[in-house]
């Protein structure tokens, strides 16, 4: 990267409703040349430009191993949020990526998998869910456990559909507030785990969601006897620069935007503030 | 010539020479303000130039991360936009700097080099000439002697002077240096072992008239493992003002703000501004979680970098030189600047905890 600040600008291809306030948002860079080099690695981040309203970050929401565009999904709560969800396809914004590092994936093959998502903690787990399913058999077991306000706030619905029917994936949904309709679990998360057997000692668990949830998804992790380097979380941080200067995103002498977004509790608990 | 030699110049031979090159570069200097304050400031003439001053209270990295400065602009008309990026910056030559701020940019570099080489610094940093001047008489709040700081240097800057009353010492500090003082074209005379004699006197001189210390290292042991008694950072938080002024006047504080700004209704700018850690929306997530909510827990994080082992062994040095600028400003009565708050923490003294295995076994 030669100036650091500088966005990409960037083409939106396609915008998909989610729930009443997250959107997904097909995008490819407006440089032909630029666009096919580019690749990114599961857990990367972007920051995403509004011009004349600022600049905030998102998780990559699509398959790495699709080239050519890449999805972000965002939730309108504020300035730039709601700026993005203002846009129309064709739309431009601005764009620096891949910025941050990635979720170990090579190095747990043959391990089953362990997903733990909330709310809009699902789709930066998409681009590690996605090229797992590419490689699906160098994978033992697949669990995805997915938690949402309402089943309205649950993003990827029809994704969600096409999982359940998998064989291969085990996919256990619940939410705080059911609906009518709904008949799947209800409680947070965590209470999922009652539902699921797991081979401790073959399984790494990825998890993503609200600080608070995240808390608790390890707490229970470590009783289940999980090994620390086998839980591996995101940390999210206020974030200006993504690059490590600005100081937004410190915990400790850490920088979530370039250290992070991905640790593992054993690098976690070691941070002093948490 | 080669770096790292010593020579001896007339001293109204030195400046007027460089004056008459400051009249095609900009060249930056100590200047006496109408209000009786000392300022750095682009020299036009050396006629208001001062050396009765220790230091210029603005932090001289402004020179190098100004307060605010543009990253681009952009313009919205059509169906792109487009974006330009800030402009070239000219050479200039920052004159009469002290060695803690010197010290201050060797802290910088450091930060802003790495895998993410931060481009808007660099070209400032590249075009800037030091010339430092070191210091005979120190202010009754500067410390640098504790922060390996000053009073003199002995490299980060590219010419060196010590006041000789008539005369300059000269030190060499890089080849940027000798290629200005080759184009000063002056009479040098190699320096004598005597010569560095009065001048070791003259520091030895100012180091005794120093007043405020900074024992730092029971401090650093005390951040690095946390074992400050939780209730004295409370306190220390509820002095606190969050004011941010420790952070803006520190020559090794480099946290900044992004922010757009639109010029009419096509134009636009977005830049970055000093921003400060003590500022309670600093960490505060768009979901509305904010990890430092608490002034307390602000004031740790400030000395947390300042201190702890953890970044000293990142940059090489504690995030201090020692200027003494953040016991001028701060507002909570002189409590929470640096000496201060290591005298605190040292007399306090550090409480047992037991190691991150208890604490987890425990839960
Ligand atoms: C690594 C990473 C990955 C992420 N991935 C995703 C993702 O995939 N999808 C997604 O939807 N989100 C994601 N987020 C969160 C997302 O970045 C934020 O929702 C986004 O930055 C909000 O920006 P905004 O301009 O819309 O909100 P803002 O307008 O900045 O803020 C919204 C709210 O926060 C308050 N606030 C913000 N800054 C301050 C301040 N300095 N002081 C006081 N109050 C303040 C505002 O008052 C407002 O109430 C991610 C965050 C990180 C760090
Ligand atoms: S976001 Fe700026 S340092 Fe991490």
């Known amino acids: 990267m030669e100036n650091l600040y500088l966005p990409q600008l960037s083409i939106i291809d396609k915008i998909v409703d989610e729930t009443s306030d997250t959107k997904t948002f097909t995008i490819h860079f407006a440089d ?91 789709p930066p787990l ?61 409680g947070v998360v965590t209470t999922l785990f009652e539902k699921i057997k797991l081979d401790v000692k073959r399984t790494v668990a990825y998890t993503c969601g609200p600080p608070i949830m995240i808390r608790f998804v390890i707490q229970d992790l470590l009783g289940m006897g999980f090994p620390e380097d086998r839980i591996i979380s995101t940390l999210e941080r206020y974030m200006k620069c993504g690059v490590g200067k600005c100081g937004h995103c410190a915990i400790g002498h850490k920088y979530i935007c370039v250290d992070g977004p991905v640790f593992s509790y054993q690098q976690i608990k070691r941070l002093p503030e948490r | 010539m080669p770096t790292g030699a010593k020579f001896v110049v007339e001293k109204q031979a030195f400046l007027k020479s460089l004056e008459s090159i400051g009249k095609k570069n900009t060249v930056i200097g100590p200047v006496l303000m109408d209000d009786g304050e000392v300022t750095f400031e682009p020299l036009k003439s050396f006629k ?74 660099w070209r400032r940093r590249n075009n800037m000439t030091i010339i430092s001047m070191a210091c005979n008489k120190p202010l009754p709040t500067c410390f640098c002697i504790c922060c390996n700081g000053g009073p003199w240097l002995e490299s980060g800057f590219d010419l060196q002077l010590t006041d000789f009353g008539d005369r300059f010492l000269i030190d060499v500090g890089s080849n940027k240096g000798k290629k200005l003082l080759d184009s000063l074209k002056l009479k040098l005379v190699k320096a004598k072992p005597e010569d560095e004699e009065n001048r070791k006197k003259l520091m030895q001189a100012c180091d005794e008239q120093m007043q405020p210390t900074a024992y730092l290292a029971k401090a650093c042991i005390m951040i690095t493992n946390n074992r400050v008694r939780e209730e004295l950072w409370q306190e220390m938080g509820d002095e606190c003002f969050s004011c941010g002024g420790c952070t803006h006047v520190c020559p090794c504080c480099t ?38 909510v608490k002034a307390k827990e602000r004031v740790k994080r400030r000395f947390y970098h300042k201190l702890s082992y953890a970044y000293i062994k990142q940059d090489g040095h504690p995030g201090c030189v020692g200027c003494g600028r953040c016991i001028t400003v701060c507002q909570a009565f002189n409590l929470l600047d640096i000496s201060a708050v290591v005298k605190r923490l040292r007399r306090d003294g550090a409480i047992e905890v037991e190691t991150v295995e208890q604490r987890e076994a425990a839960k």
């Not at chain 1, 080099?37 to 929401?61: D, N």
């Not at chain 1, 869910?129 to 997915?146: E, M, T, V």
């Not at chain 2, 134009?267 to 501004?273: H, I, Q, T």
Request: charged letters at 25%; a neutral charge; one cysteine or more.
């Open chain 1, 32 to 122: 032909r040349e630029y666009n096919k080099k580019f690749r990114f690695k599961s857990g990367q981040f972007v920051e995403a430009s509004v011009f004349g309203v600022g600049e905030a970050p998102f998780g990559f929401a699509s398959n790495p191993n699709r080239h050519g565009s890449f999805d972000i999904t965002v939730r309108a709560v504020g300035a730039v949020t709601r700026a993005m969800h203002d846009m129309k396809k064709g739309d431009v914004l601005g764009i620096r990526a891949p910025l941050g590092n990635s979720f170990p994936l090579k190095e747990v093959k043959g391990l089953d998998i362990l997903i733990v998502a909330g709310g809009i903690g699902l």
């Open chain 1, 126 to 186: 998409k681009s590690l869910i996605d090229p797992i399913l590419d490689a699906r058999k160098d994978f033992g077991r697949f669990i995805i456990l997915y938690g949402a306000r309402t089943p309205a706030d649950r993003v990827y619905k029809p994704i969600l559909e096409q999982w359940s029917k998998r064989k291969d994936i085990t996919l256990l949904q619940t939410v705080d507030n059911p609906d009518d309709g709904w008949s799947e679990h209800v």
């Open chain 2, 48 to 121: 208001k130039l001062t050396f009765d001053y220790v230091n210029d209270f603005d932090p001289l990295k402004r020179f190098l991360t100004p307060a605010k400065e543009n990253l681009f602009t952009f313009n919205l008309e059509g169906r792109k936009p487009r974006l330009k990026a800030a402009d070239d910056v000219k050479p200039f030559i920052l004159f009469g700097v002290r060695s803690c701020d010197v010290q201050g940019f060797a802290h910088m570099d450091g930060f802003f080099s790495g895998a993410y080489s931060d481009d808007y610094y």
């Open chain 2, 255 to 292: 946290c900044f703000d992004v922010q757009d700004c639109m010029i009419d209704d096509k134009n636009g700018v977005r830049f970055r501004c000093w921003d400060s850690c003590q500022y309670a929306g600093f960490t505060h997530e768009a979901s509305g979680h904010n990890p430092r």
